[in-house]
């Protein structure tokens, strides 16, 4: 929905199990090789931002060098392994929401360690506070289908949907996890 270079990916069940899987874009098969965050930002600031709004948006807080691919040839941009996004299979849903309230909901993020430019915060910002309420509780219907507890799709639906609003104050309230980044907006 927003635009983020991700491979395409779908679920699949077998064995009664549910499985996401996603395609290789991976064609030389061998382990790729952890990128340069620096890089990525200086090519592509305004990407960079998309990507860190959207960590902050799901709680990813696994994007490392090793997380995203980066062909310098191409300048192409590639994000994968979202698998400690939002909610953990062992987790307790509501405490992981009341306790991510309000915080970036990553670690150490690779490129918020690097980005030292608001260009692209706007646009990125805008485009995450435009995702229809729709489309959040579809996304959360499809969870509850693969594991998602059905009593807990609605406060999470009102997280993200609170969370989408509420990105920018989140950004300015941590400025210390974006290093390089100007303290003041302009």
């Known amino acids: 929905m927003l635009l983020l270079p991700c491979p395409p990916g779908a679920t699949l069940e077998k064995s009664a199990e549910t499985y996401f899987f996603s395609l290789d874009f991976n064609l030389a098969g061998q382990a790729l090789p952890p990128v340069n965050p620096s890089a990525i930002v200086a090519s592509d600031p305004r990407l960079s931002w998309g990507i860190i709004l959207f960590d902050m948006l799901v709680l990813n807080g696994d994007r490392h060098h090793q997380n995203i691919a980066y062909d310098s040839s191409t300048q192409r941009i590639q994000i994968l392994d979202h698998s400690h996004a939002f909610l ?84 300015q309230s941590n400025l210390a996890s974006f290093p390089k980044l100007p303290k003041a907006k302009p």
């Open 88 to 171: 953990r299979p062992s987790g307790d849903v509501l405490v992981t929401l009341a306790t991510s309230d309000g915080k970036l909901g990553f670690g150490g993020h690779c490129l918020a360690q690097e980005i030292d430019t608001y260009d692209g915060f706007e646009t990125w910002n805008n485009r995450i506070n435009q995702i229809p309420h729709y489309f959040i509780d579809g996304v959360l219907d499809a969870c509850a289908a693969v594991g998602l507890p059905t009593a807990h799709k609605g406060a999470c639906a009102d997280f993200i949907k609170k969370r989408c609003q509420e990105l920018e104050v989140i950004v």
